[in-house]
């Protein structure tokens, strides 16, 4: 019950982004954050994703359906197949060099995973390219909105299967 509700109230606030759509139909989401921190000299991640979705998707990967997140159930080599699904599908170039994010670790509130990630040794952010493919292996309607804080600007889009990247460059 609980479930249903976030998402409803995901899709609620999400309305102004998906001009056009239906209610009735069932949206699946994930948000990424990413954070400059120019005097640390790193980017920030948080990534969210439905704890249920990010389940089904391991289950079908690794053919096990008994894998189990934020319950009992959840053992350290689940939650490394997640961590490890996460480092697979969410990639970024930084000033035109592909670098793997540190996985910092997880948390989870009501049915939302919170992944956080950094990228250490940015003194300059001239272009940032971030490709997110989270849960597009399951779900063909799968959208990973992206927000991106800088000293100089925010900026929001949002990704989809049939565009998995976007490309900045900053001054």
Not at 11 to 30: D, E, M, R
Not at 79 to 102: C, M, Q, T, W
Not at 110 to 134: C, F, P
Request: net charge neutral; hydrophobic share 40%.
């Amino acid at each position: 019950m609980a479930m249903k509700f976030l998402k409803i109230l995901v899709l609620v606030c999400c309305i102004p982004l998906f001009s056009g759509a239906g209610i009735a139909h069932k949206f699946y989401v994930s948000t990424t954050i990413v954070e400059y921190a120019k005097k640390k000299e790193s980017l920030q991640i948080i990534t969210k994703i439905f704890i249920d979705d990010l389940e089904n998707v391991l289950r079908k990967r690794y053919q096990n359906p008994d894998i189990s997140l934020a319950t009992t159930k959840e053992t350290e080599a689940y939650a490394d197949l997640a961590r490890s699904y996460i480092l697979k599908k969410l990639h970024f170039k930084v000033n035109g060099k592909e670098i793997e994010p540190e996985y910092l670790g997880r948390e989870y509130d009501i049915d939302i995973m919170s992944a956080y990630l950094e990228i250490k040794d940015v003194s300059t952010l001239k272009s940032l390219e971030i490709e997110n493919e989270v849960l597009f292996d399951m779900f063909d309607d799968q959208q990973n909105i992206i927000h991106l804080k800088t000293p100089q600007t925010n900026r929001s889009f949002i990704l989809e299967k049939s565009k998995p990247k976007e490309m900045l460059n900053f001054k």
